[in-house]
């Protein structure tokens, strides 16, 4: 099977020894989003965000993140361990030595979501996490009528400037075969190992501490009963897509 040879490659041909490997649970972080201002001026809260992704991989020797920024993603988080490196800056990659097979939807609304399963790694110090983007469908249980069905991103939440807060709700579409490569995640995976792999969405890059909200002038947008919205066929949509779409938007932590 495909995973088996996966671990098996990692000890090198001529040899029928499997590396170490151990199962953990995988989750989404339950902490609700905090609000980030955004470079003309708005503070954005996101309340409810939802991703359609597929094939949740963690790689040994990919991106590598700037300590302070790492530290602060897992103190945030109430990780068990962090191993902070130097930045090299934005190149990914590195061996896939984990994965967590399927079709999920990630949830972040501030209050904890079901397991998404069950990961199998390769013991090893980890450095980057990877995942495809793909259109919902109505295998994820959705019914006719939510918003995500057939889209990839639907983001509720408020928008506020100069005293005046409004909600705004997003729903975005991706490309075919868009993956995110490199999300952060560093830590030190043993045989041992018990922790459970939240993922996060970080409204603020924790590097440069840009928003994928930036540039978007949200009160000049088109609303629809005092709800500003952001979909597929208009300039914002891409704009808001494609920094959304970004390794630098997510996480992984051991809690």
Same mark, same amino acid.
């Given at each position: 099977?495909?995973?088996?040879?996966?671990?098996?490659?990692?000890?090198?041909?001529?040899?029928?020894?499997?590396?170490?490997?151990?199962?953990?649970?995988?989750?989404?972080?339950?902490?609700?989003?905090?609000?980030?201002?955004?470079?003309?001026?708005?503070?954005?809260?996101?309340?409810?965000?939802?991703?359609?992704?597929?094939?949740?991989?963690?790689?040994?020797?990919?991106?590598?993140?700037?300590?302070?920024?790492?530290?602060?993603?897992?103190?945030?988080?109430?990780?068990?361990?962090?191993?902070?490196?130097?930045?090299?800056?934005?190149?990914?990659?590195?061996?896939?030595?984990?994965?967590?097979?399927?079709?999920?939807?990630?949830?972040?609304?501030?209050?904890?979501?079901?397991?998404?399963?069950?990961?199998?790694?390769?013991?090893?110090?980890?450095?980057?996490?990877?995942?495809?983007?793909?259109?919902? +469908?109505? =295998?994820?249980?959705?019914? !006719? @009528? %939510? #918003?995500?069905? /057939?889209? &990839?991103?639907?983001?509720?939440?408020?928008?506020?400037?100069?005293?005046?807060?409004?909600?705004?709700?997003?729903?975005?579409?991706?490309?075919?075969?868009?993956?995110?490569?490199?999300?952060?995640?560093?830590?030190?995976?043993?045989?041992?190992?018990?922790? +459970?792999? =939240?993922?996060?969405?970080? !409204? @603020? %890059? #924790?590097?440069? /501490?840009? &928003?994928?909200?930036?540039?978007?002038?949200?009160?000049?947008?088109?609303?629809?009963?005092?709800?500003?919205?952001?979909?597929?066929?208009?300039?914002?949509?891409?704009?808001?897509?494609?920094?959304?779409?970004?390794?630098?938007?997510?996480?992984?932590?051991?809690?």
């Amino acid at each position: 099977m495909r995973t088996a040879c996966m671990f098996l490659v990692l000890v090198g041909c001529g040899t029928s020894r499997e590396a170490a490997t151990v199962e953990l649970p995988v989750t989404t972080a339950a902490s609700a989003l905090p609000p980030v201002a955004t470079d003309l001026g708005y503070e954005v809260t996101v309340t409810d965000l939802r991703i359609a992704i597929s094939a949740l991989q963690f790689t040994i020797e990919g991106e590598m993140h700037a300590g302070t920024a790492a530290n602060d993603i897992a103190q945030r988080s109430g990780a068990t361990s962090i191993i902070a490196l130097p930045h090299p800056g934005h190149s990914a990659g590195g061996e896939v030595t984990g994965e967590l097979p399927g079709d999920f939807i990630l949830r972040w609304n501030g209050r904890p979501q079901p397991a998404l399963g069950t990961a199998t790694l390769v013991a090893g110090d980890y450095h980057g996490a990877n995942f495809a983007l793909r259109a919902a +469908t109505g =295998a994820d249980g959705l019914d !006719a @009528a %939510d #918003p995500l069905l /057939g889209h &990839t991103f639907h983001l509720e939440g408020t928008v506020g400037k100069d005293g005046t807060t409004r909600p705004f709700v997003a729903v975005l579409d991706v490309e075919p075969d868009t993956t995110v490569i490199g999300a952060v995640f560093e830590d030190e995976i043993t045989e041992t190992s018990t922790e +459970t792999l =939240a993922v996060e969405f970080l !409204a @603020a %890059d #924790p590097f440069e /501490g840009d &928003t994928p909200f930036d540039t978007i002038d949200f009160f000049t947008l088109p609303e629809t009963a005092g709800r500003i919205e952001i979909l597929p066929g208009s300039t914002t949509h891409n704009i808001l897509r494609r920094a959304i779409q970004t390794h630098d938007q997510y996480a992984v932590v051991a809690q």
